[in-house]
């Protein structure tokens, strides 16, 4: 029987269940039969306390609790209420004054900047370059749209940043291609929490400074868990760095009120670039709000009302940080257990340096995460590893989980 009755392929593989949300399933399955304390469910997206509910920035809610029906229920304008897209660029880049022409327009979400640079900057049957440890939707959002996803590696044999197979997938693709969409999620990666250091981002810049000028490059810097990896200033010093780039690269932010609003259901976001000039930075505005136009058309407004109310108000915006350090904290700590455990028992796992997940590499991921389920810890399979999802469970069951996955590996 063909695969679809009415619906077209167009090139692309739908399973039938999502991953992720069948793993969830069966672990809530199991938390149903054997009860909550039998089982870790490390699969889930989100800061979760504790007894595993939602952490919310009270700050946050009380915002949005106090809107106007005119601050939610009206249409905001395709690109972002222009206070809205004013506080982006402040929520992104803080205290750093760019250089260049910096804009911004809204998306629903990450993911919506995600869409919007591969629509815009490849063409259809493109290859769009990430690290081979990625968010699979990076895959989803590229086939969605006729385009495909090649990888370099992550890491080489000593498992620092890989700049030579970076180098070398760049111009293996340049060679292919007149134009390159790259996606680089750092800090606090997902999924193995790595972030790319200034010496490593020196080395991203050199390698696409020395391309052929007439070849056009977009840098997509995917910064969805940016304030979740330590000190908020800090980790955005690779910013700056991002102006050194030649005229035919174009370096943009995806940036993300998911987790550092905890608006994950409202579907906030917004795209950043930060062009060398006016004319590309007003281009950029242009094709992303036809882009936005043809797919989500606006984006909610209430969220980027909440956003517009924070950094309207000092003070607010500092009880915001304030509470968003200690949830991190409270993440930062579950991450270091993790790490101490593993490395008590001997297990393997990635550079983790913050942020929501942390990557064990094995052999057969999907063996291995079933055998796991019979003993109770739910864990995503990867091509090459397991995903550990850290927001999502106690730092208790961070410490339980090494022991498992070393008896589980050994057989
Ligand atoms: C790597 C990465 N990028 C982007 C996103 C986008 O998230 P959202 O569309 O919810 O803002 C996520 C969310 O899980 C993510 O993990």
């Given at each position: 029987m063909a695969e679809y009755i009415m619906a077209a392929q167009n090139g692309r593989n739908i399973p039938m269940e999502d991953t992720i949300f069948g793993i969830s399933r069966r672990a809530n399955e199991m938390i149903a039969n054997e009860g909550a304390d039998k089982v870790i469910n490390a699969t889930i997206g989100a800061l979760l306390n504790d007894d595993g509910e939602l952490m919310v920035l009270s700050s946050v809610d009380e915002t949005f609790m106090g809107l106007e029906p005119i601050e939610y229920a009206q249409y905001a304008p395709i690109g972002g209420t222009p206070a809205f897209r004013k506080a982006a660029i402040k929520a992104a880049l803080k205290n750093y004054e760019p250089k260049g022409f910096v804009r911004a327009v809204a998306t629903p979400g990450g993911?919506?900047?995600?869409?919007?640079?591969?629509?815009?900057?490849?063409?259809?049957?493109?290859?769009?370059?990430?690290?081979?440890?990625?968010?699979?939707?990076y895959n989803t959002i590229a086939t969605q749209q006729g385009r495909s996803i090649a990888t370099f590696?992550?890491?080489?044999?000593?498992?620092?940043?890989?700049?030579?197979?970076?180098?070398?997938?760049?111009?293996?693709?340049?060679?292919e291609q007149d134009r390159l969409v790259i996606f680089l999620n750092t800090p606090a990666q997902n999924p193995t929490g790595y972030s790319l250091t200034d010496e490593d981002w020196k080395g991203v810049i050199s390698v696409l400074s020395e391309q052929d000028a007439d070849k056009r490059i977009a840098l997509l810097v995917d910064t969805a868990y940016i304030d979740f990896a330590g000190d908020e200033d800090e980790y955005r010093s690779f910013i700056p760095l991002l102006e050194e780039l030649p005229a035919n690269v174009l370096p943009m932010l995806a940036f993300s009120m998911s987790k550092t609003f905890t608006l994950y259901g409202l579907r906030c976001g917004a795209?950043?670039?930060?062009?060398?000039?006016?004319?590309?930075?007003?281009?950029?505005?242009?094709?992303?709000?036809?882009?936005?136009?043809?797919?989500?058309?606006?984006?909610?407004?209430?969220?980027?009302?909440?956003?517009?109310?924070?950094?309207?108000?000092?003070?607010?915006?500092?009880?915001?940080t304030e509470e968003r350090k200690e949830i991190r904290d409270l993440l930062l700590a579950r991450g270091r257990a993790f790490e101490e455990e593993s490395a008590k028992v001997g297990l393997e796992i990635l550079p983790y340096d913050g942020?929501?997940?942390a990557s064990i590499p094995c052999d057969d991921p999907k063996a291995a995460s079933l055998e796991l389920e019979k003993d109770g810890i739910f864990?995503?399979?990867?091509?090459?590893?397991?995903?550990?999802?850290?927001?999502?469970?106690?730092?208790?069951?961070?410490?339980?989980?090494?022991?498992?996955?070393?008896?589980?590996?050994?057989?």
């Open positions: 993911t919506g900047c995600l869409s919007d640079v591969v629509a815009n900057y490849s063409c259809p049957g493109d290859k769009i370059l990430t690290t081979d440890w990625f968010w699979s939707p590696q992550l890491f080489d044999e000593e498992r620092k940043f890989n700049l030579a197979d970076f180098s070398a997938q760049v111009a293996a693709l340049l060679a795209l950043i670039c930060l062009a060398q000039s006016e004319e590309v930075a007003d281009e950029f505005v242009r094709v992303c709000e036809f882009f936005a136009r043809g797919s989500w058309s606006n984006s909610p407004k209430a969220g980027q009302s909440i956003i517009t109310n924070i950094f309207a108000d000092e003070e607010l915006l500092a009880k915001v942020g929501f997940f864990l995503v399979p990867l091509a090459k590893g397991l995903r550990v999802s850290l927001a999502s469970i106690s730092e208790e069951k961070c410490r339980r989980i090494p022991a498992k996955v070393v008896e589980v590996l050994k057989k």
